[in-house]
């Protein structure tokens, strides 16, 4: 906008010039009117509504009104902004009460803190949509809380805090996790480690042989450095799988 005003002011500038210029009286008499014709058309441009320049505050409206949904739209994996926090929608129903109109119950999970919570949506009100975008990224290493990952679209290499990362103690070399990322600012979100994942025990304590009970368990180590409990049969060097929402063990995985 600053520069559609300077090219007012020159175009105002030449068009002064011109008038002046055509009114001298050493121009040439069949040069005046032409030169008028010329200033005429200047000041005709300065009053004519600028093209192609953006009404900020429409566009702004129209951006709003594009990030908005329907509560009956929302679906899981829908991503809200609500109360200034990001949320996903990890369950929904309609419910039809027996007097009243329907709501949209649903169950919601903070971004940032993973807290859930229930929250329930008259039938059409609005909500601000959050688009995200999913991207698979292997991770390499680790530096302090910074966590390196290949983006393997892209191949470039990418930190995430390890606060973003879900499951993050039972991450090892090489494995991909999922990074969604704010698709209007490409602000990393979160990132999330498969929901199970093969681990070895560096070590526990020797296993009694013929005890198959899954219902005592003893602490085990694994090779990220993670503590799991584990069945007392479970010995040093076997693999096992283990939920990476919260380290808890799923099975031995065989040879």
């Not at 283990?242 to 065989?254: A, E, F, H, I, P």
């Amino acid at each position: 906008l600053d520069a559609a005003i300077l090219c007012q002011h020159f175009v105002r500038v030449a068009a002064q010039s011109f008038a002046e210029f055509s009114s001298n009286s050493r121009m040439r008499p069949h040069k005046k009117p032409e030169m008028a014709l010329l200033s005429a058309q200047i000041q005709l441009t300065l009053h004519r509504k600028p093209v192609g320049l953006p009404n900020l505050s429409q566009q702004k409206q129209n951006n709003y009104s594009n990030n908005m949904i329907k509560s009956q739209d929302i679906k899981k994996g829908t991503c809200i902004r609500m109360d200034g926090k990001l949320y996903f929608c990890i369950d929904f129903l309609h419910v039809k009460p027996g007097k009243g109109n329907t709501i949209m119950r649903t169950t919601l999970k903070d971004v940032v803190s993973g807290r859930v919570l229930e929250r329930r949506f008259n039938i059409g009100e609005a909500l601000e949509d959050v688009r995200v975008e999913r991207r698979p990224f292997q991770y390499s290493y680790a530096d302090g809380d910074q966590y390196h990952f290949l983006n393997q679209e892209t191949w470039d290499d990418v930190v995430i805090e390890k606060d973003l990362i879900t499951g993050v103690n039972f991450m090892k070399e090489g494995d991909v996790v999922e990074v969604v990322s704010d698709a209007s600012t490409e602000t990393i979100l979160y990132a999330e480690m498969p929901v199970k994942t093969k681990l070895k025990i560096v070590y526990t304590e020797p296993g009694l042989k013929g005890d198959t009970a899954t219902n005592t368990l003893k602490p085990a180590k694994v090779e990220t450095g993670a503590e799991v409990r584990v069945p007392l049969f479970i010995n040093e060097g076997e693999m096992i799988e283990v939920d990476t929402r919260d380290g808890s063990y799923v099975n031995r995985v065989k040879a």
